[in-house]
């Protein structure tokens, strides 16, 4: 599927943003700000951005982030970072090319490491996130923080159904209008009733090694923010 993956990120980085905004009409804002917000709190002096694609993350850290602190961004798709790279706030973040299953960082590199809706891309299978999750935890010093920002299996099965009737009927459709890629908004709306809800993504992250594990549940639980401690 990585090479799938990466067809699809060539297709769609020109409006993959406008897409995202009208989709969650506008929260997708919000929940990236709200997750940036509570990732700096623990402050550092190296914060990495994985799957971090046009850069919105990577483009709040360095907002948030004091003077002296430097923030990294790294993605295996050159056309989703180059969106990125014409960011103004570009010239300040520092890009890499690499697969998160394999980061390309010592061990104990950084005080933050921050992913957003990228974690669905990386469940390939229970297994493949576990490795992952563990990989982005050898990065991170001890008492270093990860914070993860993904859509959510609202715990109420009433809104459940509703939040999969939502991505099944208007995601694909408006994805593909806006972007031209059926293909892409396909998997995504897709992988969206596929993936874990909070509590299970909790388990999984303290089965990888993490301490510390909390979770917020964001919009009736339709995304939700983990905070994992190395
Ligand atoms: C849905 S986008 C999210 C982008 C960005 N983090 C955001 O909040 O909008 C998922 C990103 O993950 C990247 N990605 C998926 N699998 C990856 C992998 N194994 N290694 C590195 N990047 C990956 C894709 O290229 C894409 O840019």
């Given amino acids: 599927m990585k090479n799938g993956l990466e067809k699809i990120y060539a297709e769609i980085p020109r409006r993959y943003e ?21 990732a700096v709190e623990g402050g550092g002096r190296r914060w990495l951005d994985i799957c971090s694609g046009t850069g919105e993350m990577a483009v709040y850290l360095r907002k948030l ?8 961004a790294t993605d295996f798709s050159m056309p989703m970072l180059s969106r990125a790279r014409r960011k103004s706030e570009a ?45 982005v ?4 010093e001890v008492g270093g923080r990860f914070v993860n920002l993904e859509t959510s299996r609202p715990e109420n099965a009433l809104i459940r159904f509703a939040f999969d009737a939502y991505a099944r009927l208007f995601v694909k459709p408006i ?15 897709g992988s969206i009733p596929r993936f874990y ?6 388990d999984l992250m303290l089965e990888a090694g ?4 909390a979770s917020k549940r964001l919009m ?11």
Avoid: Q
């Fill in 175 to 189: 994805g593909t209008a806006i972007t031209g890629s059926r293909a892409g908004y396909g998997y995504l709306a």
């Fill in 65 to 72: 982030a004091p003077n002296e602190t430097s923030v990294y």
């Fill in 91 to 135: 010239e300040e973040i520092g890009f890499s090319i690499s697969d998160v299953s394999f980061l390309p960082f010592a061990d104990s590199t950084f005080e933050l490491v921050t992913c957003s809706f990228a974690m669905r891309n990386l469940n390939r299978s229970r297994k493949d996130l576990l490795h992952t999750l563990r990989e």
């Fill in 18 to 38: 406008l897409a995202n905004h009208i989709m969650t009409l506008g929260f997708d804002r919000l929940w990236r700000r709200r997750a940036a917000a509570i």
């Fill in 137 to 140: 935890r050898r990065v991170l």
């Fill in 210 to 213: 993490y301490r510390g594990v």
């Fill in 220 to 230: 009736l639980g339709a995304a939700a923010v983990h905070l994992a401690v190395r």
């Fill in 197 to 202: 809800g909070a509590g299970e993504l909790d």
